[in-house]
């Protein structure tokens, strides 16, 4: 796993409190993971923080599943 | 129109002496105080470093991780007490229509820790503002009221009053008052609070209210004696399932007491002061003892809102005086936050559960840590001093008062 994989997974299993198993890369957060609007808010919030990065609302509508938001992340952090 | 009767159904209680409605009533009754150092921040450089702390809780062991992380403890104190009331009642077991079960919730603030570490988390910043999506739904005072309707599906009215200390009184005589129009057959009510926090300690040392008897934190919560030097900041909640009586009588609930009537008033005098003469307190036991029905002799117990405060403490028996008249010397008054500390927008929940289990067990709980009499203060009264007394309790009353010069008076009496 790619060091940015692993800190996006984990703070997915931290936000969602969910199983390491459950967070694949096809995942979506919705509709996999039990979030809600808020939780996929707060999600992208810490995203922004944890690589320092800011993600304007409309890329971050298009980041829906795990693997979305490891490429975004992937293209876009220094 | 006919009224309903209004019975209680069920109770749970985490407070600063007790984390369920047995250790809460087996402390009142020993005479436990809640009060110790502050623990939840470093208050070293607080003019006051204890407080009344819930001890030994685990969030995680009652909330889920996930969903604990959403809500301000005042939430979770309110998850946690209305839990246990709710399982006390056995009510979801007879599978009501819950279309017809409301949530009133009381508390005086609300989130205070929760606006105070977003607020902090921002200055720590450039001044892009990146507040968490929850902070708004975890601060507001009337989150509580909601949780409990999600947790258990209830659509009935639903909502949280705010009038500082007297607020889950307030909150208690509106859901008896929607009960007995027949507008719900059961609200869950009762209020919580956690200001145990920089804001809240900090915010009520620059108001002067709280005691500084640093060195001696579990006698500091001393209601009527001479040497009392502000309250006791308290955390914690309190809730009780009121229930339409025929409602209850139908499904084979046990009641622990029947609901007789509610006050309220306002002294119109000053933002934190007590009217001197206590008219407003005064016209508050008054107005709830005609909505009861009841004439002041048939009190046995009051359970005072007396916080230790040098003012409020001297025109709360001036009041009682007033309206009881030589059955002021009858009755038992005590002011169980000599124990518990003061709860401010949960004070009212667990002090009307006090009144309740007294009630219930024919005792009154005591008014802890009398030293020395206070000229200014009849104590031909009895303020029930330092051990709980037995007597019948067939009516009791309980007071709260809050900032803004806010009065609530509840009256309980035992079901016949």
Known sequence: MSDIKSR????????????????????????????????????????EKEFNIAIPDDQAENIQTVGQAVSYIEENAK | MELKRVVVTGLGALTPIGNTLEEYWNALLEGKSGAAPI?????????????????????NDHIDRKEARKLDQFSQYAMVSATEAMADSKLMESEPNTDRIGVIWGSGIGGLKTFQDEHENFLKGDGTPKFNPFFIPKMIADIAAGHI???????????????????????????????????????????????????????????????????????????????RDGFVLGEGAGALILEDYDHAVKRGAKIYAEVAGGGMSSDAY????????????????????????????????????????????IAEPKAIKQV?????????????????????????????????????????????????????????????????????????????????????????????
């Not at chain 2, 607020?167 to 027949?182: E, K």
């Not at chain 2, 209020?191 to 040392?205: R, T, Y």
Request: proline share 4%.
């Open chain 2, 149 to 227: 309707s999600i947790k258990y599906g209830l659509r009935g009215p639903n909502y949280v009053t705010v009038s500082a200390c007297a607020s889950s009184t307030n909150a208690i005589i509106d859901a008896f008052n929607l009960i007995r129009l027949g507008k719900a057959d059961a609200i869950v009510t009762g209020g919580s609070e956690a200001a145990v926090n920089i804001m809240g300690v900090g915010g009520f040392n620059g108001l002067r209210a709280l005691s500084m008897r640093n060195d001696s934190p579990e006698t500091a919560s001393r209601p009527f004696d001479k040497d």
């Open chain 2, 39 to 59: 623990q939840q921040f470093d208050a070293s450089k607080f003019k006051t470093q204890f407080a009344c702390e819930i001890k030994d809780f685990k969030v």
């Open chain 2, 324 to 416: 009881f008249g030589e059955h002021s010397y009858n009755l038992n008054i005590s002011s169980t936050k000599s124990m518990t500390g003061h709860l401010l927008g949960a004070a009212g929940a667990i002090e009307a559960i006090a009144c309740i289990m007294a009630i219930k067990h024919d005792i009154v709980p005591p008014t802890i840590n009398h030293f020395t009499d206070d000229p200014e203060i009849d104590n031909k009264m009895n303020f029930t001093f330092n051990k709980a007394e037995k007597r019948t309790v067939d009516v009791a009353l309980s007071n709260t008062f809050g900032f803004g010069g806010h009065n609530t008076s509840a009256i309980f009496k035992k079901l016949k």
């Open chain 1, 8 to 47: 996006v997974v984990s703070i997915i299993i931290d936000k969602l409190g969910v199983e390491e198993a459950e967070v694949t890369t096809e995942a979506s957060f919705t509709n996999d993971l039990g979030a809600d609007s808020l939780d996929t808010v707060e999600l992208i919030m810490e995203f």
């Open chain 2, 270 to 313: 000053h933002i934190t002061a007590p009217h001197p003469e206590g008219i407003g307190a005064r016209n508050v036991m008054i107005e709830a003892l005609k909505d009861a029905e009841l004439a002041p002799e048939t009190v046995d117990y009051i359970n005072v809102h007396g916080t230790s405060t040098p003012l409020g403490d």
